[in-house]
Every structure is written in structure tokens, then in C-alpha cells.
T-cell receptor, first 115, second 113 residues
Framework: DTEVTQTPKHLVMGMTNKKSLKCEQHMGHRAMYWYKQKAKKPPELMFV???????INESVPSRFSPECPNSSLLNLHLHALQPEDSALYLC??????????????FGQGTRLTVV | GEDVEQSLFLSVREGDSSVINCTYTDSSSTYLYWYKQEPGAGLQLLTY?????DMKQDQRLTVLLNKKDKHLSLRIADTQTGDSAIYFC?????????????FGTGTQLKVEL
């Protein structure tokens, strides 16, 4: 099973709303990631969690708040977003072992539209 | 910083071979990856190559690596209409916290009948 499951698939939210994106994997991976992908662009890394601890924050605005409640789950809490935050948000997971092949498996993404 | 570069567009006829090229930037990358993205979907890992290899073959896919020139290519044999998608190469920086991927600009492959 190499599946990473993201919910919801689509989300429309107002600029004053609070919403959350969810991601789940059961591959025993201890590294989980959030990427943001704008139309016709490559994905860009936002956050990395390793062993449920935040290890990389790529200078992401605080209106995006990640959370890793356990080794299988990763959330992204959204608050006071701007229309330019509309994008495809991708979750990924991988092994977390330096020096080993840590191929990342991606979910299908959440298509977010901020109105 | 420098971008990981790919040509934007490639069009081939069904049954021909496709070659997608990538120039990466980080010579310390241990592994290099190829991902496929169909419209509206996530990224599917196709294959990867270890940096001490020159070539890797996996069914219809052949990856070539020229480490001196930081050049990576993906050859798809007998290209089918189902191969139409955007293809991303990715270089990796393995940190204590996981695998930080930097993606290329993406190549849109169109397969025509």
C-alpha cells in the first residue's frame, strides 16, 4: 500500500473562514510533508515533519498552521487566507532516514479556492 | 537560487519514444526522481536513480544520468496516449528531517495518434 489520502478533494473558503486540510498514510513513514502547487508551476515545499516534530518551515505565512497529531496523520489549518493562496495543496510521506533512499509518495491533493 | 530546468513541452506520435530532459543544480543530491502528474491529480512517482549510477531501466522507462553535466533524462519507449501528462524531475536534499525535494519546471508531454 503506497497510498496517501487527502481530504477534502476540493475546498472553497472565504477569507474570514477557518478550515483544515487532512492527510493520512499507513506506510509507517515517519516524515510527512506539505507542498503547494500553483497552476502550471512545480510543487513548492511548505513544511516537513519528522517523527511528529516540525523540522522544516519554508518561511510560510502564519495563516498556514501545520499539525502532526500522530505518525499517520498530518493536518494543515487555514485561517484568514488570501485569494492568492488558491492552489493545489499536496501532502507527501517518506521514510526519514538520512543516507537512504527516501522516495516520497504523494496524495491526490486538495484543490483550494479562496474567495 | 538556480532553477531545476526542463523544456516546457514535448509532442510525440503514439508508438514513438519520448525523451524528457532535466538539468539539475545540486551536485550533492544522492537520489534524483521522476514524477508524473495527470490533469487535476497528484504526483505519481515513476522511477528514481542513485547518483552513482549512469543508467537505470524499468520496463518502458530508461533514466540516464550525466553527473558531470548535472543532466538527467527520462526515455519512455513505445509512448502511449495514457502517457500524456506533465513530467517533473526532482533533486533531493536528505536532511535529518526528511527528504526535501526541489522540482523541475515540468515538461508537458502530448501524445498524438
Amino acid at each position: 500500500d503506497t497510498e496517501v489520502t487527502q481530504t477534502p478533494k476540493h475546498l472553497v473558503m472565504g477569507m474570514t473562514n477557518k478550515k483544515s486540510l487532512k492527510c493520512e498514510q499507513h506506510m509507517g513513514h515517519r516524515a510527512m510533508y506539505w507542498y503547494k502547487q500553483k497552476a502550471k508551476k512545480p510543487p513548492e515545499l511548505m513544511f516537513v515533519y519528522s517523527y511528529e516534530k516540525l523540522s522544516i518551515n519554508e518561511s510560510v505565512p502564519s495563516r498556514f498552521s501545520p499539525e502532526c497529531p500522530n505518525s499517520s496523520l498530518l493536518n494543515l489549518h487555514l485561517h484568514a487566507l488570501q485569494p492568492e493562496d488558491s492552489a493545489l495543496y499536496l501532502c507527501a510521506s517518506s521514510q526519514s532516514q538520512q543516507g537512504r533512499n527516501t522516495e516520497a509518495f504523494f496524495g491526490q491533493g486538495t484543490r483550494l479556492t479562496v474567495v | 537560487g538556480e532553477d531545476v530546468e526542463q523544456s516546457l513541452f514535448l509532442s510525440v506520435r503514439e508508438g514513438d519514444s519520448s525523451v524528457i530532459n532535466c538539468t539539475y543544480t545540486d551536485s550533492s543530491s544522492t537520489y534524483l526522481y521522476w514524477y508524473k502528474q495527470e490533469p487535476g491529480a497528484g504526483l505519481q512517482l515513476l522511477t528514481y536513480i542513485f547518483s552513482n549510477m549512469d543508467m537505470k531501466q524499468d520496463q518502458r522507462l530508461t533514466v540516464l544520468l550525466n553527473k558531470k553535466d548535472k543532466h538527467l533524462s527520462l526515455r519512455i519507449a513505445d509512448t502511449q496516449t495514457g502517457d500524456s501528462a506533465i513530467y517533473f524531475c526532482a533533486e533531493s536534499a536528505v536532511t535529518g528531517g526528511g527528504n526535501k525535494l526541489t522540482f523541475g519546471t515540468g515538461t508537458q508531454l502530448k501524445v498524438e495518434l
